[in-house]
């Protein structure tokens, strides 16, 4: 058996044994064992969000369990203590791990450069527990400025200073500046009271953008209340104070609230008690071979942040950065699976990456994005929307539908203050209980069109040659009159049928008529002359080759087929109907309305004052079954039964 051990469940450490498990899932000889002190993984780049009262906490972190249910990687909840490199084990709090192959994931930490106080006393952000107690103190800072009588000590409450302008502290920084005015006017504080500061020693603000983009966040920053502070050093923290250290040396101390530190980080502790084995660099890194092998080491991969590697024809090292531990994880794993399985190459770590994106709020962002050999800018709108779109792929991967249904809820669908590029648009602000008499009335008029059908006949009597022929012929005979297909045109077509009583003149408008894609034709008319026309006048068809073939050649190629299909739709129309004015199963039943409804508009065409019924399915699609519902019930009993069956849980097909 060889085991291969990851220690750390970031970025890197999961994707690395995620991809591992999938490539070696037939080789029973390999154990995959994942180590980190918590059993959950935490997206880091998203704490701010939780910090800043955005996004509920659960929306940051994601089981371990489920990440790798079904899988063969044994998740251990334990802290690394020390590492044996020559007899291959690592010894935890709660045992020791022998291993054939170590990767080295644990991410880093604060730096604090040894300013005095800063680990003390400054607010970190480095972690889910850094966002949760500083979500908490930030609540408690404004209750507690609410009932402060002494102004001077109410400002010093209200001062904030968020130390560091990389990426962590920009957004930290937004959010707050965002989060200020909600807090202010919940506990009715004068947000004028309330001061805000990014101190940083360097020049300009997240150095690795564009000195353009830079320029663009610092000028943000102060639109939304951050005062920037740059070539400024911070030379002391106290608990109500907080010490700048200019370009002059001179150093002067300003009342401080609180003290958000971001300004560097470091390689975890383990990493740093592998020190002495391992060949190290800048804030301790381990030095790799191509192959992302500790130096010296040949069963010792490092993966993520603790990289310190340059690749070639490039003159600095891989940066600490999400996509770095994306394409780490990867070639770690092909490299494994080729030592493991003696198959393949080892291949050279060559990343390419991508740009950059930095938000500054939940409604602002920059970002340099392309090739290697071409990065342009994105407008604000489209950088926040890369951003998302770039989350949900990675989740994408890690956790499959589940969490990425948990990423737009938290995101979009119910987010508060508008606080999303989107604002508010998709928030759900309508309480579901009015949607009840809608989807009642939906369920009723489903039964009334299926009790119909069977008065007339739909039962026993093959009856779809003349449904369908009869609205073929409809359309055709508007659309002959009006000219050829393709154009506009507004004209009287008329239509003679020979009866006892003498002639019966149809008149209709052809409105539009246009094929698009090659293939589909799209079709409005009016039975009416267009002046007298009402909206129960209008027929909307969609001509879908494939539909028409299916039609012809499959459900009208028998009087038998015609019966089964015809007591088919009778069924589904009942069914469907009783179930929505049930509210069981709606979503399911929604979907089947909406499928319904595109057969109808894809066969006999569809009059306009019948669309409400597509509206109205859209409407109670989601979750429009819980409210005086049997969903209240049902749902809960089913998703707690369905999640604990296997392959649903390894392939992440429920959703919490």
Same mark, same amino acid.
């Given at each position: 058996?060889?085991?291969?051990?990851?220690?750390?469940?970031?970025?890197?450490?999961?994707?690395?044994?995620?991809?591992?498990?999938?490539?070696?899932?037939?080789?029973?000889?390999?154990?995959?064992?994942?180590?980190?002190?918590?059993?959950?993984?935490?997206?880091?780049?998203e704490l701010h969000e939780?910090? *800043?009262?955005?996004?509920?906490?659960?929306?940051?972190?994601?089981?371990?369990?489920?990440?790798?249910?079904?899988?063969?990687?044994?998740?251990?909840?334990?802290?690394?203590?020390?590492?044996?490199?020559?007899?291959?084990?690592?010894?935890?709090?709660?045992?020791?791990?022998?291993?054939?192959?170590?990767?080295?994931?644990?991410?880093?930490?604060?730096?604090?450069?040894?300013?005095?106080? *800063?680990?003390?006393?400054?607010?970190?952000? #480095?972690?889910?527990?850094?966002?949760?107690?500083?979500?908490?103190?930030?609540?408690?800072?404004?209750?507690?400025?609410?009932?402060?009588?002494?102004?001077? $000590?109410?400002?010093?409450?209200?001062?904030?200073?968020?130390?560091?302008?990389?990426?962590?502290?920009?957004?930290?920084?937004? $959010?707050?500046?965002?989060?200020?005015?909600?807090?202010?006017?919940?506990?009715?504080?004068?947000?004028?009271?309330?001061?805000?500061?990014?101190?940083?020693?360097?020049?300009?603000?997240?150095?690795?953008?564009?000195?353009?983009?830079?320029?663009?966040?610092?000028?943000?920053?102060?639109?939304?209340?951050?005062?920037?502070?740059?070539?400024?050093?911070?030379?002391?923290?106290?608990?109500?104070?907080?010490?700048?250290?200019?370009?002059?040396?001179?150093?002067?101390?300003?009342?401080?609230?609180?003290?958000?530190?971001?300004?560097?980080?470091?390689?975890?502790?383990?990493v740093s008690e592998a020190?002495?084995?391992?060949?190290?660099?800048?804030?301790?890194?381990?030095?790799?071979?191509?192959?992302?092998?500790?130096?010296?080491?040949?069963?010792?991969?490092?993966?993520?942040?603790?990289?310190?590697?340059v690749p070639k024809g490039?003159?600095?090292?891989?940066?600490?950065?999400?996509?770095?531990? $994306?394409?780490?994880?990867?070639?770690?794993?092909?490299?494994?699976?080729?030592?493991?399985?003696?198959?393949?190459?080892?291949?050279?770590?060559?990343?390419?990456?991508?740009?950059?994106?930095?938000?500054?709020?939940?409604?602002?962002?920059?970002?340099?994005?392309?090739?290697?050999?071409?990065?342009?800018?994105?407008?604000?709108?489209?950088?926040?929307?890369?951003?998302?779109?770039?989350?949900?792929?990675?989740?994408?991967?890690?956790?499959?539908?589940?969490?990425?249904?948990?990423?737009?809820?938290?995101?979009?669908?119910?987010?508060?203050?508008?606080?999303?590029?989107?604002?508010?648009?998709?928030?759900?602000?309508?309480?579901?209980?009015?949607?009840?008499?809608?989807?009642?009335?939906?369920?009723?008029?489903?039964?009334?069109?299926?009790?119909?059908?069977?008065?007339?006949?739909?039962?026993?009597?093959?009856?779809?040659?003349?449904?369908?022929?009869?609205?073929?012929?409809?359309?055709?005979?508007?659309?002959?009159?009006?000219?050829?297909?393709?154009?506009?045109?507004?004209?009287?077509?008329?239509?003679?049928?020979?009866?006892?009583?003498?002639?019966?003149?149809?008149?209709?408008?052809?409105?539009?008529?246009?094929?698009?894609?090659?293939?589909?034709?799209?079709?409005?008319?009016?039975?009416?002359?267009?002046?007298?026309?009402?909206?129960?006048?209008?027929?909307?068809?969609?001509?879908?080759?494939?539909?028409? #073939?299916?039609?012809?050649?499959?459900?009208?190629?028998?009087?038998?087929?015609?019966?089964?299909?015809?007591?088919?739709?009778?069924?589904?129309?009942?069914?469907?109907?009783?179930?929505?004015?049930?509210?069981?199963?709606?979503?399911?039943?929604?979907?089947?309305?909406?499928?319904?409804?595109?057969?109808?508009?894809?066969?006999?065409?569809?009059?306009?004052?019948?669309?409400?019924?597509?509206?109205?399915?859209?409407?109670?699609?989601?979750?429009?079954?819980?409210?005086?519902?049997?969903?209240?019930?049902?749902?809960?009993?089913?998703?707690?039964?369905?999640?604990?069956?296997?392959?649903?849980?390894?392939?992440?097909?429920?959703?919490?």
């Amino acid at each position: 058996m060889k085991n291969i051990v990851i220690v750390g469940a970031g970025y890197a450490g999961v994707l690395t044994a995620k991809k591992l498990a999938k490539r070696l899932k037939k080789q029973e000889d390999v154990q995959i064992t994942i180590i980190d002190k918590n059993p959950f993984h935490t997206m880091y780049t998203e704490l701010h969000e939780v910090a *800043a009262h955005r996004v509920d906490e659960v929306s940051i972190k994601i089981s371990l369990e489920r990440i790798f249910a079904g899988r063969n990687v044994r998740v251990v909840l334990d802290s690394v203590l020390s590492i044996d490199f020559e007899n291959r084990v690592l010894a935890g709090k709660a045992g020791a791990y022998p291993y054939d192959y170590l990767v080295l994931a644990t991410g880093s930490k604060p730096a604090f450069f040894g300013v005095p106080g *800063a680990e003390e006393i400054s607010y970190t952000l #480095w972690s889910y527990d850094d966002a949760v107690v500083l979500r908490e103190h930030l609540l408690r800072v404004f209750r507690r400025a609410a009932r402060e009588a002494d102004p001077a $000590e109410r400002r010093r409450l209200l001062t904030f200073y968020v130390v560091g302008a990389g990426f962590t502290g920009v957004e930290m920084a937004g $959010e707050l500046a965002e989060l200020a005015p909600l807090l202010c006017e919940k506990f009715e504080i004068d947000a004028g009271e309330v001061s805000m500061f990014e101190v940083d020693v360097l020049d300009r603000i997240v150095p690795i953008l564009p000195e353009k983009l830079s320029d663009k966040v610092a000028r943000r920053l102060a639109k939304m209340g951050v005062r920037v502070r740059l070539e400024t050093g911070v030379a002391g923290i106290g608990k109500d104070y907080i010490e700048l250290k200019g370009e002059d040396g001179r150093v002067e101390r300003f009342p401080a609230g609180t003290v958000i530190w971001t300004a560097g980080i470091e390689s975890s502790d383990i990493v740093s008690e592998a020190a002495e084995a391992l060949q190290t660099a800048r804030r301790g890194r381990v030095v790799t071979d191509k192959y992302l092998r500790a130096a010296g080491h040949a069963d010792v991969f490092v993966a993520g942040d603790n990289i310190m590697y340059v690749p070639k024809g490039e003159q600095n090292p891989v940066p600490q950065m999400v996509e770095n531990c $994306e394409q780490s994880a990867e070639l770690i794993a092909h490299n494994l699976v080729s030592l493991v399985t003696g198959r393949g190459e080892l291949r050279e770590y060559n990343p390419k990456f991508h740009g950059v994106m930095v938000s500054v709020g939940g409604r602002y962002g920059v970002a340099q994005v392309g090739t290697p050999n071409h990065m342009f800018s994105l407008p604000s709108f489209l950088a926040m929307f890369v951003k998302h779109f770039i989350n949900v792929v990675y989740f994408v991967q890690v956790l499959g539908w589940n969490k990425v249904f948990s990423y737009l809820k938290h995101e979009f669908f119910t987010i508060r203050d508008c606080r999303s590029f989107l604002g508010g648009h998709f928030s759900n602000r309508t309480p579901s209980f009015l949607l009840v008499p809608l989807r009642v009335w939906l369920g009723v008029c489903w039964v009334f069109e299926g009790a119909m059908k069977i008065v007339e006949g739909w039962m026993d009597t093959p009856m779809l040659t003349g449904f369908f022929g009869g609205a073929n012929q409809f359309f055709n005979q508007i659309l002959s009159a009006a000219g050829a297909r393709n154009a506009v045109a507004v004209v009287d077509a008329v239509a003679s049928a020979t009866a006892a009583a003498g002639e019966a003149v149809l008149t209709g408008v052809a409105v539009f008529s246009y094929r698009i894609l090659g293939f589909l034709d799209v079709t409005l008319v009016s039975a009416s002359d267009l002046t007298h026309a009402t909206i129960s006048d209008y027929a909307f068809k969609i001509d879908f080759p494939l539909v028409n #073939w299916f039609v012809n050649h499959v459900i009208l190629s028998s009087d038998g087929m015609q019966v089964f299909m015809q007591i088919c739709v009778v069924a589904a129309e009942i069914l469907i109907g009783l179930a929505l004015i049930g509210g069981l199963f709606t979503f399911l039943t929604s979907g089947a309305s909406l499928v319904l409804q595109v057969m109808f508009v894809m066969t006999t065409g569809l009059y306009l004052n019948t669309f409400w019924m597509v509206f109205a399915a859209i409407a109670v699609l989601i979750g429009g079954g819980r409210t005086i519902g049997l969903d209240y019930y049902v749902m809960p009993w089913l998703k707690k039964r369905w999640k604990n069956v296997r392959f649903v849980r390894k392939w992440y097909l429920y959703n919490d």
